[in-house]
């Protein structure tokens, strides 16, 4: 057993060796390089308890909180801070130990072979390049590796506390990693269950001897739910898929049924593959048409395979039964097993409990594709047992094909330049490849191209801040003020609790040259955003073209206190006491004096210790 899970460690270090020339991509660099508090070990105790997204506008909104995966992440920083290679080489030795896992938990409940054979075919799939070859997608790995791990203690030993209590502290590393750890209860029950007879008038001797590990587990997740809720205001992410805002009003049934069938295709044909799978790629349907009528069809099939399978009876330990049966062998529920692991391990992210915030992304399928490896791995045995050529040949194809297919997809995430631009070739009409397109030509000047990718990506994506937004910023950055106004106020109305629209409006407004409205829009972005020296420089210019000297100076000052404390902001301070002093009192004009002689006194000592 552990030669076969050795094999499929390195098996899993060859396929995405060349994943370690990749740099940053995607959501690297704004959950790594953005976030200054990983970048200290005297600051990252306290980014352990704050959202995922910290240092990003709208962080608690996206409701994500992953402590295991935040710390790793400060750790791997503190080491190699923004060279990408150590990332990158925890993701890979992190995947290796997976597959080595793999074929250790499967070994518990099928014969060695087909435990063996799921851990190779779990070491190249495809559709693990994203969680592997992407930094962030690491979070997967790490989920996956804890709760493999967690299980695995289950499985080799009776209940006792002190089991329990390990069990139970795995699993908070798993939860914290990623949310889909939470499945941890459920798969522990279905694997007890598939390796015994466990009927329901089991359950009760099932409960009395495993209550310990249950209870560690449930409390876990009660104190993780908890800190949870304290940090992100919920339990769940309040945010939709991007353009899947329509999910909220019309059933969900249609859009969940043709992504089970790109579930199904993922796992059995991985050879087209998306970095983002947002409308066009997968459309929000208002129906049933052909692609979601075969996801239902299919959906059912399987699910009554696995009924029918999971009902079959258990061989006994026999030894002369050919290479799917042994001693603990599910080679009768191997299907069922492995769809069942399947629908629990997805459900986080299914959109059928609830609206997560996701349609699909192929990072998500790297726990669940360990139901789908299974079954394959038990044809490919099975096949091997009766026709041995046949199945051999089978297995070799299998196994090179999607080394092949995982070895050339890895480059896709070397850095934000070819991760876009694959998804434009390969998906040039889907919502998110017209917005990128649309910054392309806006980067290039060519404003006009850029207006009509943009138009293109809204009735796929809706009306989404995210997008607005970036749009308006473009806008009002290639100095199409009025076309920015109107998209940055239509972002505010979409976001009134974030401080981006009115601070940008702010700056709108004042290259307008209006500066009552710049006023009005900075009170609202500096009371969101209080630390937000841009807007306290242009709240002095506002405050100062209507004549309020008084608080437009405090305005300058709140400037230099947040740290911008260049000689400019000094002059312009001056000029505003000044300007002060000639409408104010004699007792506004002394104050004026005193300051001029500290502003000289400082200006003296900072020419004097420039000259030493």
């Known amino acids: 057993m552990r030669s076969a899970a050795l094999l499929a460690g390195v098996l899993a270090s060859v396929v995405f060796a060349n994943s370690l020339w990749n740099g940053f991509a995607y959501d690297d660099s704004r959950i790594i390089l953005d976030n200054t508090e990983l970048h200290s070990l005297e600051t990252l105790p306290g980014a352990v308890f704050k959202p995922y997204w910290h240092g990003q506008e709208g962080a608690v909104e996206l409701g994500l909180w992953r402590p295991t995966t935040t710390l790793l992440l400060g750790l791997e920083y503190a080491v190699s801070g923004e060279n990408p290679a150590l990332y990158h080489a925890v993701n890979v030795l992190g995947h290796a130990l997976v597959s080595a896992l793999v074929v250790f938990v499967l070994a518990h409940l099928v014969a060695l072979p087909i435990a063996f054979v799921a851990g190779l075919l ?85 409960l009395c001897e495993h209550w310990r590990t249950y209870l560690s587990l449930v409390v876990v997740a009660v104190v993780m739910l908890t800190i949870r809720a304290q940090i992100l205001g919920s339990l769940a992410n309040s945010e939709v898929a991007l353009g899947s805002r329509l999910l909220r009003e019309i059933p969900r049934v249609w859009t969940v049924a043709e992504v089970w069938a790109h579930y199904v295709r993922l796992m059995v044909f991985p050879l087209d593959l998306a970095s983002d799978y947002t409308p066009a790629v997968i459309p929000i349907s208002t129906g049933f048409h052909a692609l979601n009528s075969v996801g239902v069809v299919l959906a059912l099939l399987i699910f009554a395979g696995a009924l029918f399978s999971w009902r079959r009876p258990l061989p006994g330990p026999q030894r002369d039964s050919g290479p799917e049966l042994g001693p603990g062998s599910v080679s009768a529920r191997v299907f069922g097993f492995g769809v069942l692991w399947f629908a629990i391990t997805i459900s986080p992210v299914s959109n059928v409990l609830f609206i997560a915030g996701v349609l699909l992304a192929e990072r998500t399928l790297y726990l669940p594709s360990m139901g789908a490896v299974v079954i394959l791995a038990w044809l490919l045995v099975s096949l091997v047992q009766r026709r041995r050529r046949v199945g051999l040949a089978a297995l070799a194809l299998v196994m090179v094909l ?211």
């Open 402 to 612: 999607g080394g092949w297919r995982s070895w050339t997809r890895t480059p896709t995430w070397l850095d934000d330049g070819t991760m876009f631009q694959t998804l434009i070739d390969d998906y040039p009409h889907s919502g998110h490849s017209q917005w990128l397109m649309g910054d392309i030509y806006m980067a290039q000047g060519q404003q006009s191209e850029a207006l009509r990718a943009y138009r293109e990506a809204i009735p796929n994506l809706g009306e989404h801040y995210g997008l607005t937004l970036e749009v308006g910023r473009k806008l009002l950055a290639a100095g199409n003020l009025r076309g920015a106004e109107a998209l940055l106020r239509k972002a505010w109305g979409e976001a009134p609790h974030l401080a981006s629209p009115p601070a940008l409006l702010g700056v709108v407004y004042s290259q307008m040259g209006d500066a009552q409205r710049t006023e009005q829009a900075l009170t609202a972005a500096i009371e969101l955003q209080p630390d937000n020296g841009v807007s306290h420089h242009l709240m002095s210019w506002a405050l100062g073209q209507q004549g309020r000297w008084g608080e437009s100076a405090a305005a300058r000052r709140r400037v230099i206190e947040l740290g911008d404390d260049a000689w400019q902001q000094w002059t312009s301070l001056a000029a505003l006491r000044s300007a002060r002093g000639r409408a104010g009192t004699e007792e506004e004009k002394a104050q004026v004096e005193l300051f001029a002689v500290q502003l000289l006194e400082a200006y003296s000592a900072g020419v004097g210790a420039a000259g030493r």
């Open 122 to 206: 779990f070491a190249l799939h495809p559709v693990h390049v994203e969680a592997v070859a992407n930094v962030v997608g690491g979070a997967e790995v790490m989920a996956t590796a804890f709760l493999l791990l967690a299980m695995l203690l289950h499985l080799r030993g009776p209940s006792s506390w002190g089991r329990a209590i390990a069990v139970g502290a795995i699993y908070a590393l798993a939860f914290g990693a990623k949310e889909i750890a939470v499945t941890l209860p459920g798969v522990l029950f279905l694997v007890d269950a598939a390796r015994s007879r466990l009927g329901f008038r089991d359950l009760g001797a099932y």
